[in-house]
């Protein structure tokens, strides 16, 4: 079929409905990409996605169901009968059925699962045991297992057999009698080899594997480490229980990466996407941290308000407040980011703090002292303020960048040596902080400087 943008096979396929020629639109959509019949059916309303799903011939029904969005899955999931839905269940691979069902309500697990096969609750049980974000929940049960004395061509043969079913068939594993994992061995190997050959003599013995509770990010960082496509889960015992494929890896990612950009911007994470996230919905994740915010910024204009006086003596001061507290918190802004960023690559631990420290103190120096250079040309030949509070705050601007970068740094290292998650102690209350101690630092060089 010639190739039609994402535009022109939703056009097609909504004529096809709307003139009810569906002989034609099963056949249409059967010469399609499974992701790009899952990207058309989310275009529709709820009724036209439905028709088309139950279009599709079953053995495509489950692989594009797995590309739709979770909430379509639902959707569709709860519509269909008993058997129709038992149907879908067994052939989703595990790990996507796993997921779907977590997130169903307790009533509907029960009676899919109750209409799946024995096999399929037995792999989507074992798979529910495993806590979340772990390496056992994000796994799946449908891989290549070898014996150790099998032959090449038995087991090029087992691999026809069970193959169709796997995740992948690119990489084999090769079990011992207790069923604990000793070796891999690539299809492209045993494709070459003598049919005679016996797969312990060929197979690759140095496994790189993962352990079942091995935390997800953890799992992301052994897949770019290794550059691997598939990585075996192990239990304690070294035994071989799942593998995970490098699809759901960038799920992971992109679901981490979220997290933490919601969360250094003081907003409580959400699965949902933005524009399925109702606005009460949206207001009670934001509000409280802005709540807890305001109420530490407080600290700020307790600050001022205890100096003012002195401010009022020297109104000049109150002019720079803000170009002081905004370059402090742009400096710890940045340092945390740098360090957050270090530890979730793991290129950073809790025993390089004192590098880590030494590196920023330096950084800041540079940086202060360049800033606080240009500061003092503008604000004697453009601003033309006296000598004394053009040093004040210069001398203050170094101690806020300074002090900014100590605390962006220090604080997501100390919140992953405490076992929270980095990203919370980012920006908002990096600049809380840094505004409160810029503050202090400004009245008291002052105070010393100018005498206020």
Known sequence: MEHMSEE?????VRELLETKQYTVLRQYVSQLNDADIAVCMESMEEEDMLKVFRLLPKDLAADVFSYLEIENQQMIITSLSDKEAGTIIDNLMADDATDLLEEMPANVVKRLLANA?????????????????????IMTVEYVDLKEQLTVAQAIERIKKVGLDSETVNV????DPQRKLVGTVALRYLLISDEDEIIKDIMHENVISVNTLMDQEEVARHFKKYDFTAMPVVDNES???GIITVDDIVDIMEEETTEDMEKMAAITPSDKPYMKTGVFETYKKRVPWLLLLMISATVTG????????ALMAKAVLTSFIPMLMDTGGNAGGQASVTVIRGLSLGEIEYKDVF????????VALVSGLTLAAANFL???????????????VCLTLVAAVLMAMLVGCLLPIGAKRLKFDPAVMASPFITTIVDALSLLVYFRVASAIIGL
């Open 355 to 362: 590098k880590v420290v030494f590196k920023e103190i330096r």
């Open 378 to 392: 503008k604000l004697m030949f453009l601003d033309r303020v006296e000598l004394a509070v053009a040093v004040v």
């Open 239 to 241: 035994r071989l229980v």
């Open 8 to 12: 022109q096979v939703i056009l097609e």
């Open 117 to 137: 096969s024995a096999e399929t609750r037995k792999d989507i049980n074992s798979l529910l045991r495993y806590p979340e974000d772990s390496a056992g929940s």
């Open 172 to 175: 084999c594993y090769v079990l």
């Open 302 to 309: 307790g600050i001022i308000s205890s100096f003012e006086k």
